[in-house]
């Protein structure tokens, strides 16, 4: 009889076959420590305890046991960062990333976009982590669901992301022995300590400046609209230092940083600070040109200041040699 520990190899191996296969792969090791259990781990990496089933089948481990052993080597799911390039789209990442353009709806709603609109140029998404799960006997997506994503009711959502039958009938609900069926784990967040520990380890998970420039694009969605108020409100004096702070931040997107010197321009330009704002019209120039040569039957973007919707200051400072 093989030992608790033997079996939890042998699993393993198969299910890093089926992930390879199922090009789902992100997670990062983690050697179990004498006394850690998975129910510990999950609170350190995840922030709580109810992600345990997600280590568990990550590992490809017993449910009723989790036994893991001092010196195991354990995957830890995480999601993963990427910086868009230009001319992607949320169909070009969805198959990319999770395998199909159908599910575009998906990773574009995870970083607060909707699939119609193409994500912004540098703009750095979260790319979910996807648990891949092998049917088991009598097992039901009900099930998956409330061990993977804490309620039975959200059995549908995983129906309709593995593109399955979703008319709430019986036959549905079932998952054959064998299937494969693919769990978005879309509210796994790392904690610091998890981050931490992802970085040590290296690999795709939180690359691309290890989710920090995501943070600092997430924190310039809410406070891009307070700066506009304060330029539309007349407060020139905190509208520059709220943008001055925000291009300090860290890496934004191309758009952002574009829409925040527009900001500080006519804040500058209605401060009579001339030079600062010549020096703002040419870094909004910047970000507004493509860094690229435009493609074939493609013409170049160009650079306007309308009369009729820019003040003769502005057009001012933007032309001044």
Same mark, same amino acid.
């Given at each position: 009889?093989?030992?608790?520990?033997?079996?939890?190899?042998?699993? @393993?191996?198969?299910?890093?076959?089926?992930?390879?296969?199922?090009?789902?792969?992100?997670? !990062?090791?983690?050697?179990?420590?004498?006394?850690?259990?998975?129910?510990?781990?999950?609170?350190?990496?995840?922030?709580?305890?109810? !992600?345990?089933?997600?280590?568990?089948?990550?590992?490809?481990?017993?449910?009723?046991?989790?036994?893991? #052993?001092?010196?195991?080597?354990?995957?830890?799911?995480?999601?993963?960062?990427?910086?868009?390039?230009?001319?992607?789209?949320?169909?070009?990442?969805?198959?990319?990333?999770?395998?199909?353009?159908?599910?575009?709806?998906?990773?574009?709603?995870?970083?607060?976009?909707?699939? $119609?609109?193409?994500?912004?140029?540098?703009?750095?998404?979260?790319?979910?982590?996807?648990?891949?799960?092998?049917?088991?006997?009598?097992?039901?997506?009900?099930? @998956?669901?409330?061990?993977?994503?804490?309620?039975?009711?959200?059995?549908?959502?995983?129906?309709?992301?593995?593109?399955?039958?979703?008319?709430?009938?019986?036959?549905?609900?079932?998952?054959?022995?064998?299937?494969?069926?693919?769990?978005?784990? !879309?509210? #796994?967040?790392?904690?610091?300590?998890?981050?931490?520990?992802?970085?040590?380890?290296?690999?795709?998970?939180?690359?691309?400046?290890?989710?920090?420039?995501?943070?600092?694009?997430?924190?310039?969605?809410?406070?891009?609209?307070? @700066?506009?108020?304060?330029?539309?409100?007349?407060?020139?004096?905190?509208?520059?230092?709220?943008?001055?702070?925000?291009?300090?931040?860290?890496?934004?997107?191309?758009?952002?940083?574009?829409?925040?010197?527009?900001?500080? #321009?006519?804040?500058?330009?209605? #401060?009579?600070? $001339?030079?600062?704002?010549?020096?703002?019209?040419?870094?909004?120039?910047?970000?507004?040109?493509?860094?690229?040569?435009?493609?074939?039957?493609?013409?170049?973007?160009?650079?306007?200041?309308?009369?009729?919707?820019?003040?003769?200051?502005?057009?001012?400072?933007?032309?001044?040699?």
């Amino acid at each position: 009889m093989k030992s608790p520990a033997a079996r939890s190899l042998v699993a @393993l191996g198969a299910f890093a076959s089926v992930l390879a296969f199922a090009g789902h792969g992100q997670a !990062f090791p983690h050697t179990m420590q004498p006394g850690e259990t998975l129910a510990q781990l999950a609170i350190v990496m995840y922030g709580s305890a109810r !992600f345990e089933p997600v280590l568990v089948g990550a590992n490809a481990l017993d449910t009723h046991g989790s036994a893991t #052993l001092p010196g195991m080597r354990v995957e830890i799911p995480a999601p993963a960062h990427y910086r868009v390039v230009e001319g992607e789209t949320w169909l070009d990442l969805s198959e990319r990333f999770l395998g199909d353009r159908r599910r575009a709806e998906y990773i574009a709603k995870v970083n607060h976009a909707v699939a $119609w609109i193409p994500p912004s140029l540098s703009q750095e998404i979260e790319v979910p982590a996807v648990l891949v799960h092998l049917g088991g006997d009598d097992e039901k997506m009900s099930n @998956l669901a409330a061990r993977y994503l804490g309620n039975a009711n959200r059995y549908w959502e995983l129906n309709a992301y593995n593109f399955r039958k979703n008319d709430g009938s019986k036959k549905s609900d079932e998952v054959t022995h064998g299937e494969v069926v693919l769990v978005p784990l !879309f509210d #796994l967040v790392l904690t610091e300590e998890g981050k931490r520990e992802a970085r040590k380890a290296g690999g795709r998970v939180l690359s691309e400046g290890g989710g920090e420039a995501h943070e600092a694009q997430k924190r310039g969605e809410l406070e891009i609209p307070p @700066l506009l108020a304060d330029v539309r409100g007349g407060r020139y004096v905190d509208a520059v230092a709220r943008g001055n702070r925000l291009l300090g931040s860290g890496d934004l997107t191309r758009a952002q940083l574009a829409t925040i010197h527009r900001a500080l #321009l006519e804040s500058y330009v209605a #401060l009579d600070a $001339w030079g600062a704002a010549v020096g703002a019209c040419t870094a909004w120039r910047t970000a507004l040109e493509t860094p690229t040569a435009p493609k074939d039957g493609q013409k170049a973007p160009r650079w306007e200041l309308d009369p009729r919707t820019v003040s003769p200051k502005i057009r001012a400072a933007c032309t001044a040699k």
